[in-house]
């Protein structure tokens, strides 16, 4: 018997524009919330529904894009409502866990002393608590593959920089509200930035750009300076056979 | 032909297509053409896939010297395109000649000038496009605006030329981008996230198009949007269209190369048919918004398509 998700009741049905319909789940963060979507595109997927072009998976939301002269509107949030019952933990995808080397402290950590500061935790312990445990990733999305993953341990939980920087390094690993997250390309950014990776997890030129997608975890593991700074495409096949395969 | 030599750039010229369409569970922007009607117009009428790759010239256009005889074409906004100098027209194929220079003038109507060149523009895909995303400086001709020197390649054409010249659109097909016209939108999905007045006052008041405005997004500025509860929300999905109104109260319509997430109320959304009229804004034309349902917009999108299917039928019986 497959169990029941209870976080998809209540869904609601919308339009956003003329080719995408959302799905809005309930209103908060949640693995639980984020787990039902997951579940409902995988279901959705397994429909072969025609006329769908992509589904996005978001905290709380499943973002639907559809060919309107295939399928109208009303006529997919029809058919998808039908599917609502028979949501099930047995459709949310079986997920991966992704090892992500990072360099701590120095100049690779630019916002360690402050966090340090701000939470009363000492530069050692914000890091050992950063990478004790695996996040859950509960959305790709904003620019080439930023990770949205959580939660993180509530001592480290901090409102974004008030002054954000107008450039942030490529492989930047940082912390926001409950979140972490990686900077996949170089951007301005206002998170506390607190260590480094040489791996790069988004490659456009890659059959699969993405090292995560939503639904995966995403583990730290701390390395060397050094370490960092020899990384190559080989040292990487060594990782990822080591650690993601 | 094997390529087309940029002489001059112009302001700002990328190559474009339909966008990456099937990568923003990636968080992958679709870039691709502004105004995607213009860019597959121009592909048709050369003979081209609509979804081929082509010269997206932006307010001031750029100088071209072709390598070979080709067939040309040239769409969206008026920028005053000329042939060695003497002025030729737009929405219909050209027949070009080795070394003859393709310039532009003023911006006469528009900002968003396309130019299709019979074979597409073949630089290499880039997760399932040839859009430029200059911003992750990847896609197009090596991720970024064309520059003096460029020489952009060219694919083979599947016509003679002969075939393909002179072919003009119905009057009907042309999208008219002097008349003013409303700039229709689905509300929703946080519409009820602002006052009543608010949305009365947006569906009611001109909005101008400021500086601020580029590919990514327009950032408009007149009467200020209250919120019931705030302005953010949970991060979720935005696409091309979507009309997002931070805190501030001003709308901003995000556009080809917008992000794919984001955390501020949606007012509503930009419906298909009328997002080539906003990518032919300029900074200080004005937009006046009115709100339509989903249904509507849905029949409006399947008549276009229709004619398009048309004009893709024309191109296939060239082929028997």
Known sequence: ?245 | MEFVKVVKPGFFTTVQDLGRLQYQNLGISTSGAMDGLSLRLANLLVGNDEEDAALEATLIGPKLRFAADGVIAITGGDLSPALNGIPVPMWKSIRIRQDDELSFGNCVTGCRAYISIAGGIEVPPIMGSRSTYFRGHYGGHEGRALKIGDEIPIGNCRFNLYDIEGRRLQPGAIPDYRTDRPIRFIPGPQADAFTQESFEWFTSRPYDVTNESDRMGYRLQGQQLEHVNGADIISDFITVGSIQVPAIGQPIILMADCQTTGGYTKIGVVISVDLPYVAQKKPRDQIRFEAVDVTYAQELYAKREKMISGLKLLNRMLLV
């Open chain 1, 1 to 245: 018997m497959a169990s029941q998700l209870v976080s998809h009741k209540n869904l609601k049905y919308v339009p956003l524009g003329d080719q995408t319909l959302v799905v809005q789940f309930e209103n908060k963060i949640s693995i639980e919330v984020n787990r039902g979507v997951q579940a409902f595109a995988n279901l959705i997927k397994s429909r072969k529904i025609s006329g769908i072009v992509q589904l996005i998976i978001t905290f709380n939301s499943l973002a639907i894009c559809y060919d309107p002269v295939r399928i109208s509107f009303y006529k997919l949030a029809d058919t998808i409502r039908g599917l609502e019952d028979q949501i099930s933990e047995d459709h949310a995808i079986p997920s991966k866990t992704i090892h992500v080397p990072v360099v701590f402290g120095g100049e690779y950590s630019p916002d360690l002393d402050e966090v340090s500061a701000r939470t009363g935790l000492s530069p050692e312990q914000v890091i050992q608590t950063l990478y004790s445990k695996p996040y859950y990733v509960y959305m790709v999305g904003f620019v080439d593959g930023t990770p949205y993953c959580g939660d993180i341990d509530e001592r480290l939980v901090l409102p974004r920089r008030s002054n954000p920087r107008v450039k942030v390094r490529k492989g930047a690993v940082a912390i926001a509200m409950n979140q972490t997250s990686l900077y996949t390309i170089e951007s301005p950014g206002g998170w506390h930035l607190l260590g480094w990776t040489p791996m790069e997890v988004f490659n456009p030129y890659q059959e699969r750009p993405c090292a995560l997608v939503a639904g995966d975890y995403l583990q730290y593991v701390p390395i060397s300076a050094d370490e960092s700074e020899r990384w190559d495409d080989q040292r990487q096949r060594e990782w990822d056979r080591e650690w993601n395969s």
